[in-house]
């Protein structure tokens, strides 16, 4: 079974290094909880974040990886250097595709914090690097991307008929002060307004903010890809549209329809089989893809996830590649 998988990070130390102090100010105790010594389980593999080749393509091999969509851990570039860092990075990915046919596939990383800059960046990675959408880590100076200023990445999207991966990234500093500090270590506190918890509701808010202020009314065949089972939202679609009925929004659909068409979902590495089965009769297999957030997580266990599930063969092979075959023009 051909397994490819759309979560696969890489660091780029020049990018790293110029996003860290905002980072760092965003996460008080961004330092304290990814101290190895605190016992965060992330990055499970963090010599492999800067590889682009041979090793991280042994680790593919050795649990039945077929292909990775790579993306960049890209959060909170200053403006004046992102055009260019995020052009040289896009540059290293596009290098690595074409350095191993068929084994890597990208995402491009945009300057989003230079919105024009950043949908001629996309133009260039889909019709000149054959990249094959692009992932956005949350919000670019504390705004969603329905903030009018970022309708040059969305029409640019829509335009190329690719795919917006929507990653979560931390919180302003204002909700994590309210919500995931008081009380807390620096680490437990920085934990909870990541991976725990936080960026996961963040995540699911900035979606629901694209819906609600008619982003998909405006680009009806946008699509977005949302990790960690959707984040929380396919389990409040029921309730979504009860407390907000169309005559409240003034939109063209129900938020269910609009994440029936407009939306595909990952396990990024949450492989239970309790979420699959839900996800499956909730969205159906048709809009779920796979992925594993290496190596912030293992790619072990994504095969068997798949193989000893109660799906039928037909939605594995889906789920495994045939819809990101579909969605992303590869196969």
Not at 268 to 285: E, I, K, N, P, W
Request: aromatic content about 10%.
């Amino acid at each position: 079974m051909r397994i490819v998988t759309l979560e696969e990070h890489w660091t780029d130390p020049a990018v790293t290094a110029a996003g860290m102090p905002n980072l760092l100010n965003h996460v008080p105790g961004y330092a304290a909880a990814f101290d190895p010594d605190t016992g965060m389980p992330y990055p499970r593999y963090p010599e492999l974040l800067a590889d682009l080749g041979a090793a991280r393509i042994a680790d593919m091999d050795r649990h039945g990886i077929t292909t990775q969509v790579l993306s960049l851990v890209n959060t909170f570039l200053p403006a004046d250097v992102a055009p260019e860092l995020t052009a040289a990075a896009n540059d290293t990915m596009a290098e690595a595709v074409a350095a191993f046919p068929g084994r890597f596939a990208a995402f491009a990383t945009l300057p989003t914090a230079v919105p024009a800059a950043a949908a001629d960046e996309l133009r260039r990675c889909v019709g000149e690097l054959g990249f094959v959408g692009t992932m956005i880590m949350g919000r670019t100076d504390d705004e969603f991307l329905d903030e009018p200023r970022f309708d040059p990445i969305l029409r640019a999207a829509s335009d190329l008929s690719v795919p917006i991966y929507l990653h979560p990234a931390p919180p302003p500093v204002a909700v994590s002060e309210a919500d995931y500090a008081g009380g807390l270590s620096p680490a437990v506190s920085a934990a909870l307004r990541l991976p725990a918890w936080g960026w996961h509701q963040e995540t699911a808010v900035h979606f629901l903010h694209l819906v609600l202020t008619g982003v998909l009314d405006r680009y009806p065949g946008l699509q977005f890809i949302l990790g960690h089972w959707g984040e929380f939202i396919p389990f409040y679609l029921d309730r979504l549209d009860e407390s907000m009925p169309r005559r409240m929004t003034k939109l063209d659909r129900t938020f269910r329809e609009y994440f029936r068409d407009n939306v595909f979902i990952t396990p990024s590495g949450m492989f239970s089989q309790a979420q699959l089965r839900y996800c499956a009769d909730t969205v159906g297999a048709d809009r779920i893809l796979h992925s594993v957030d290496f190596p912030m997580l293992g790619n072990e266990g994504a095969v068997s996830f798949l193989t000893e599930s109660h799906l039928s063969h037909e939605d594995q092979e889906k789920i495994a590649h045939g819809n990101a075959d579909a969605l992303l023009g590869l196969g």
